[in-house]
């Protein structure tokens, strides 16, 4: 999963005509760190999607924006639009995120 570095940057990859996955997480989250642990399979059987991180501390700005309150968050968006948004609570077994992206599809 690439790094989002910059405002520009995100604002870019939201506007795709492709769905565009952005995970938002830091670097001190402990369920953040889980969900590495599984998510490289889930992007696997969703090539279709362009996948993406962004650390939320860096950028409280646009989590804000996107009402990402808690971290690991996942977000799908589609030409500018957030299409979806799997809350943190949500995000923390390999199931219930492959449920997340069942009703994504």
Not at 58 to 69: D, H, L, R, S
Request: charged letters at 30%; one cysteine or more; hydrophobic letters at 35%.
């Amino acid at each position: 999963m690439k790094d989002i570095t910059s405002e520009q940057q995100f604002n870019d990859l939201i506007n795709q005509s492709q769905q565009t996955v952005i995970k938002f997480e830091t670097d001190w989250c402990p369920d953040c760190k889980r969900l590495d642990m599984f998510i490289g399979e889930i992007m696997e059987d969703h090539l279709d999607k362009a996948w993406y991180q962004i650390d939320k501390d860096q950028f409280p700005e646009i989590a804000e924006k996107y009402g990402v309150m808690g971290i690991p968050s996942l977000l799908v968006f589609q030409k500018g639009e957030k299409v979806a948004h799997l809350h943190s609570a949500n995000a923390k077994t390999p199931d219930s995120v492959k449920a997340f992206f069942k009703t994504v599809d």
